[in-house]
């Protein structure tokens, strides 16, 4: 197979999987789910406090979409507002103790039902297959970020420096 018919199966193979994610998005949102709300919790469970402004640029989002998903975690209990340490006119957003566990447990849930879904699999296959998707998703984020500097053939993940596949 060359490179231009393995590409269309990996395209193919993309926009499946983009349209299950995109179901799955309207499913919750229809459910009152966290779908649109889980990136602010992962972000801030990652970087700690943030400002409004940058967890909107974390997670490649709006201030005002940021501003109603704040809203909606702090009367849940999942964020809190803190003063800004460097500047007391400013606040920042913090995840709470409740934010975490929510996080884990989605997490634990989003593991469950990966490794659920692989059980068939062989060790091998599942260990290669994150190997690969590892390396696809990097290559595909730095593309996607700045497509100017994603140089046509050029994988920047670290796996793929030292190997040709």
């Known amino acids: 197979m060359n490179e ?5 199966r990996i395209g193919g193979a993309m926009t499946r999987l983009l349209r299950a994610a995109h179901r799955a998005k309207a499913h919750d949102a ?25 967890l909107a640029e974390s997670v490649l989002s709006d201030p005002s979409t940021i501003s109603r998903q704040v809203t909606t975690l ?8 803190e003063p800004d340490p ?17 996080v884990a447990e ?3 849930l989003r593991d469950q039902y990966l490794a659920s879904m692989t059980a068939s699999w062989t060790d091998a296959d599942r260990d290669r297959f994150a190997e690969l998707f ?7 984020a730095a593309a996607v970020a700045d497509p100017r500097t994603h140089q046509h053939g050029h994988s920047t993940h670290p796996a793929s420096r030292s190997e040709k596949s």
């Open 86 to 102: 460097d500047d007391g006119r400013a606040w920042q957003l913090a995840i709470t103790d409740e934010g975490r566990t929510v």
């Open 134 to 140: 590892e390396r696809f998703a990097t290559d595909f």
């Open 4 to 8: 231009i018919e393995t590409a269309r």
């Open 106 to 108: 989605k997490l634990r």
């Open 30 to 54: 229809a459910t009152a789910g966290s779908y649109q709300t889980m990136p602010v919790l992962w972000a801030l469970n990652e970087s700690g406090p943030l400002r409004s402004n940058l």
């Open 74 to 81: 702090v009367e849940q209990g999942l964020v809190t507002r």
